[in-house]
Nanobody, 125 residues
Framework: QVQLVESGGGVVQAGGSLRLSCAASQRTFTTYVMGWFRQAPGKEREFVAAISVSGLYTDYEDSVKGRFTISRDNAENTVYLHMNSLKPEDAAVYYC??????????????????WGQGAQVTVSS
């Protein structure tokens, strides 16, 4: 089974930027819709963004639209989350996730099956 490893988390001041990366261990990555989710302390995990197999279609949670950008490099088996204009409420553990083959453009949030270990993002005010 493919493994996902996130990197790029850290501490940033409000208004700053970070880029998260998620590297997949196998080329089957190119067949997965990929997503980013986050979980803040005491809160449920929530959807942040997703990108289609081709990379042509993206979807975002309303609160991050215009600030976050998801992208993927299928040659490098990597998906990215570029986060700009970060707010204290964006602080969370961010997880990348893969949807099983069969979903090409979108994936229901409860269908994601493969998860990374998470990357901590801290935003200071």
């Amino acid at each position: 089974q493919v493994q996902l490893v996130e990197s790029g988390g850290g501490v940033v001041q409000a208004g700053g930027s970070l880029r998260l990366s998620c590297a997949a261990s196998q080329r089957t990555f190119t067949t997965y819709v990929m997503g980013w989710f986050r979980q803040a302390p005491g809160k449920e995990r929530e959807f942040v963004a997703a990108i289609s197999v081709s990379g042509l279609y993206t979807d975002y949670e309303d609160s991050v639209k215009g600030r976050f950008t998801i992208s993927r490099d299928n040659a490098e088996n990597t998906v990215y989350l570029h986060m700009n204009s970060l707010k204290p409420e964006d602080a969370a553990v961010y997880y990348c996730a893969a949807c099983p083959p069969g979903w090409d453009t979108t994936c229901p949030h409860d269908k994601y099956r493969i998860w990374g270990q998470g990357a901590q993002v801290t935003v200071s005010s």
